[in-house]
């Protein structure tokens, strides 16, 4: 028998069921409690069966809780209804609606839910449930009495029946040899671990229990199981089955029904996106390898003796004394000197970012170690001694971010350090943790250097398993790095412990989000303005403290392609300030892989070279070629700089990604589910990158409708459906193309972002070029003080500017383009204004002069000419200040 829970206007149901385990789904339903106007309840289950297998025993007694969050949000949780079980802390993750317990989370607050989106049933005997959407009754979430669910203490297992015609994303972090979209017969595996990108198909540094499913029509929606414990995720084809080590079964289903509405509604939940300075959105250049502070200064004056953008200068570990945080090389980078050359980098608009590991030495003289020692802020062995591992200083004990008093002790190691390098953000790295040794318990060696002079990955510890316990070795072992290694393999062992007990078996996927929680408040309190932290370990939620890097990368063709699906990937899991190593981390890259990818990489969110000690120098001043290629792509990207920032205002208040795959604009267009050759940035404009060597054409899908090419205004047009285009791409030439309806808000070319936001704007207005009889178009500008830690629109300090077209096309019509401005000091302070509209298409005869350019209704000055060319017309001359409503007329 099934029955429906659904929620009215008056009443909300809520279910928890009391279950006694079998393998086989052998559970009926007891009984059901209702509860109105709650949006949320309990009910119970009995076992049919008992059974004990190789995973250990079945929990007795489940708990099973369903909750109507919000209309669109759905939450159902199975627990252990006798004896409490690992849930991640609030405090990393504070969902909405939510209390202390699985009791408090659905009884606490009374929440009318009007028009509920997603509805659950189930089946009393045996007990099964599915989750449909209300408007069609199709079936988005079906566990199925024939499949096998198991509830154990270290042995979850539930699966869900997939559609033929279901787009699977999501499931990260791994580099997809396959592309964005999950396959069939394929296992995802999520343990944090330090494999570098440039392996494929195995799981990498962060873990993200969320997918999205697109179905026919382009409806989409999503399924968050948030559980931090090791899981392997398997896709056969017919069923997607999770295999989760522990915890709980924390299910929150979203409605939809857009792909980008899925993404804002996760967002929502686990948290919006961190606001991002806007100099973040300049270039980047690092390097492991810089020696001293006079490679650094060398660099610096190489980029501005070519002409090329440089906006901030990094640092990995090469300063530190010894590999230690917070310290520096003596003699290759002494305080004065760096001090001196960030003051200069500051000076000149530019900023300066260095890296922090979390694993501390325990040396004598080293006062960030015998801080941490004092405040007693190490994860724990079995012995109950901080746990002794070895990362790049040699022996090190790893800090532990869910202790109490974390927050205060790294405040106080960045504030002691600030003073000394005023930096400006923090890049946080391995922390998965990586960890060189492996053992449940290491010690020093004796008459031993420690590390091995040269060898530092080399483990030099004395290391042992004899005291290893159940969570060392669980009784299902997930595909960790596609070989089933331990859980504790170049990790933490899993039978260590953070503070008050916190088994590092059930917390290792929260540590790199921890510590990014913990450094984004040191870095607000220390530098009191808005972080910027760059981490590499990430989980649900991570999005809202960090921006991320894919991680070491190759140079290879392969690596180029693989990072499209990669940044995508990170913004779908609520990370969209993200980006790869452009040309390579590893390995040595050619003159003609780092043009290409500085060709693409100039349109990441987040653009940064970055290589390793061992290879080749690959700035882009190496090649003169390259040099020319990045400074045309770099140039458009600090073009775009207004409309990157106001899509990262966009993802700070809506959770929206900042490169979006194809289906996201056009999700009707089933051709798109399949593109990760090419990206959006916002809704509006295509990337379509060469990723293949010797090549000087590209083949590039434009969805419906009319694209102009940002660079040249050349149009695309695809109707009635869209089509593949061979492009001409020379070496010096990546293809970015605007879509119709889009206005886009420019800025001027500068070597730095503080100089490029003092320019004049541009707006281009792209009208279909094939519906000239009503055609429209819209966009938005936002504007902020970056230094301030919020970014929001509030009066004096920040604008926020909707600009809107629209053409009649026809003969004695008229193009007119107007700005709705909301407090506008903020822009007026700054005195910018406009002073060219480039109008493409939106006419029949685009060569025609217009007869009239009217200015608030007005004939303007003689300073305004109207430029004709083939796709458009460019109205220059304009002196519009920005902090104003206006209204600029073409009279055809």
């Not at 669980?474 to 990790?491: C, D, E, F, Q, V």
């Not at 009503?774 to 004096?796: I, Y």
Request: proline fraction near 5%; include cysteine.
């Amino acid at each position: 028998m099934r029955k429906a829970m659904a929620l009215s206007s008056s009443i909300a149901l809520c279910l928890a069921l009391w279950m006694i385990a079998a393998v086989s789904r052998e559970y009926r339903v007891l009984s059901v409690i209702e509860q109105a106007n709650a949006g949320g309840g309990s009910a119970i289950l009995v076992e049919i069966a008992d059974r004990i297998d190789d995973f250990g025993p079945d929990i007795e007694h489940l708990l099973i809780s369903v909750s109507y969050e919000t209309d669109e949000r759905l939450h159902l949780m199975i627990t252990d209804a006798d004896s409490p079980r690992w849930e991640i802390p609030f405090k990393l993750i504070p969902r909405s609606m939510d209390g202390n317990s699985s009791s408090a989370r659905f009884s606490q607050e009374v929440r009318k839910i009007t028009s509920p989106k997603l509805q659950l049933s189930y089946t009393v005997n045996p007990f099964s449930f599915t989750v449909t959407r209300v408007s069609n009754g199709e079936i988005l979430f079906d566990s199925p009495s024939s499949s096998r669910f198991v509830f154990k203490d270290q042995y979850l297992e539930i699966s869900t029946r997939i559609p033929a015609q279901a787009a699977l994303y999501g499931l990260g972090e791994s580099t997809r040899s396959d592309g964005f979209r999950i396959l069939p017969n394929s296992t995802y595996t999520l343990w944090a671990a330090d494999t570098g990108a440039d392996n494929t198909d195995v799981n990498l540094y962060g873990s993200h229990p969320f997918y999205m499913d697109v179905r026919s029509g382009g409806q989409a929606y999503g399924v968050l199981l948030l559980n931090s414990n090791g899981m392997d995720v398997n896709y056969e084809g017919e069923f997607l089955t999770y295999k989760v080590l522990g915890g709980v079964f924390d299910f929150y289903f979203f409605a939809g029904p857009s792909p980008l509405s899925v993404v804002q509604q996760y967002t929502a939940h686990v948290g919006k996106p961190a606001a991002m300075p806007y100099w973040s959105l300049g270039f980047h250049q690092c390097r492991w390898g810089y020696k001293n502070v006079s490679q650094l200064e060398h660099v610096v004056a190489e980029y501005k003796k070519a002409n090329l953008p440089l906006e901030v200068m990094w640092n990995d570990i090469d300063h530190m004394d010894v590999y230690k945080d917070f310290t520096l090389d003596p003699v290759n980078y002494p305080a004065e000197q760096l001090r001196a050359f960030v003051e200069k980098l500051h000076k000149n608009g530019q900023r300066y970012v260095l890296i922090v590991d979390p694993g501390l030495k325990p040396e004598k003289n080293y006062e960030t170690y015998r801080r941490a020692k004092e405040m007693d802020v190490f994860i724990k062995d079995v012995q109950g001694k901080p746990y002794l591992g070895q990362v790049w200083p040699g022996p090190v004990h790893f800090p532990d971010f869910l202790h109490p008093r974390a927050l205060e002790f790294w405040t106080g190691e960045v504030s002691r350090f600030h003073k000394e390098v005023p930096f400006d953000g923090l890049w946080i790295d391995m922390n998965e943790a990586s960890n060189f040794c492996q053992g449940v318990t290491c010690t020093l060696p004796a008459n031993v250097t420690c590390p091995i002079p040269g060898s530092f990955t080399q483990c030099c510890l004395v290391c042992s398993n004899d005291l290893a316990t159940k969570w060392d070795n669980p009784p299902y072992a997930i595909n960790n790095a596609g070989t089933h290694r331990s859980l504790g393999g170049k990790t933490i062992p899993t039978s260590a412990t953070h503070y008050n007990g916190t088994l590092e078996y059930n917390a290792h996927n929260l540590y790199g989000l921890a510590e990014a929680i913990v450094i984004n408040s040191a870095l607000k309190t220390v530098v009191k303005k808005r972080p910027f932290v760059l981490s590499r370990s990430t989980f649900a939620g991570s999005g809202r403290v960090t921006a991320h890097w894919l991680g070491d990368n190759r140079a290879s063709w392969n690596d180029l392609k693989y990072s499209i699906s990669g940044i995508l990937g990170a913004g779908l899991a609520g990370i969209p300030m993200v980006g790869a190593d452009i040309c390579g981390f590893s390995g040595n890259t050619t003159e003609e892989l780092c043009n290409r990818w500085i060709q693409l990489g100039a349109f990441y969110p987040f653009s940064r070279d970055h290589n390793d000690f061992f290879s080749s120098p690959q700035e882009l001043f190496v090649w003169k070629s390259v040099t020319r290629s990045a400074r045309k792509a770099l140039e458009l990207r600090y073009k775009l700089l207004p409309y990157l920032y106001t899509l990262s205002f966009e993802a700070h208040t809506l959770g929206s990604p900042v490169a979006r795959p194809l289906f996201f604009t056009f999700p009707n267009d089933r051709a798109t589910l399949d593109i990760d050759k090419q990206f959006l940035l916002g809704r509006g404009i295509l990337v379509s990158p060469v990723l293949t060597p010797n090549a000087t054409t590209v083949k590039a899908y434009f969805p419906q409708g009319t694209w102009y090419s940002l660079f040249d205004y050349t149009k695309y047009v695809t109707s009635p459906s869209g089509s593949y285009q061979q492009l001409d791409a020379p070496w010096d030439t990546i293809n970015v193309h605007v879509h119709e309806g889009s206005i886009i808000p420019m800025q001027e070319f500068a070597l730095t972002t503080r100089l490029a936001r003092k320019t004049p704007f541009t707006l281009v207005v792209a009208f279909s070029s094939t519906d000239s009889e009503n055609s429209t178009a819209s966009g938005e500008l936002f504007l902020d003080d970056d230094d301030a830690l919020e970014m929001k629109v509030a009066e004096g300090k920040s604008s926020f500017i909707k600009f809107a077209a629209s053409s009649s096309g026809s003969s004695g019509g008229k193009v007119l383009v107007k700005a709705s401005v909301a407090h506008g000091d903020f822009v007026k302070r700054q005195s910018l204004e406009l002073h060219k509209v480039v109008v493409l298409g939106g006419r029949k005869n685009t060569s025609q002069r217009p007869r009239k350019v009217l200015v608030n209704g007005k004939n303007p000055s003689e300073s305004v000419t109207a430029k004709v060319f083939q796709t458009g017309v460019e109205i220059s001359g304009l002196s519009l200040p920005l902090g104003s409503d206006f209204q600029l007329s073409l009279e055809l």
